[in-house]
């Protein structure tokens, strides 16, 4: 789910909002509503100890919390990229007024 929100989010964020901090607080409260229900979800799963659960609930799922701060700040990332590359487009209007 937070991959997913990465993907769809990030970079129109960066591309489409004209501040920079505005697009991260944007990206960042959407990364982190996914990041709960994931978490939530994972963690229900885990607790009906089913075969296949994404956490073994005997040990700290250290694997997951890095997989998911480098999917955050790969987004962090992409926002940066969306911002420099509509700065990049955007051709200010040197013409002298008359």
């Known amino acids: 789910m937070i991959a997913i929100i990465t993907v ?3 970079f129109p964020l960066g591309y489409f909002l004209r501040s920079r ?4 607080l944007a990206y960042g409260l959407a990364y982190l ?3 709960t229900f994931q978490t939530l979800y994972l963690l ?3 607790m009906a100890q089913r075969d296949g659960a994404a ?6 799922p250290l694997s997951y919390g890095l997989v998911t701060l480098s999917v955050f700040a790969a987004g962090f ?3 940066t990229l969306g911002h420099w590359l509509r700065r990049r487009r955007v051709v200010p209007d040197l013409t002298p007024a008359r």
């Open 8 to 10: 769809l989010f990030a």
């Open 21 to 24: 901090l505005a697009a991260y």
């Open 33 to 35: 509503w996914a990041f």
């Open 44 to 46: 229900l799963d885990s």
């Open 55 to 60: 956490f073994d609930t005997d040990s700290f």
């Open 77 to 79: 990332a992409i926002v």
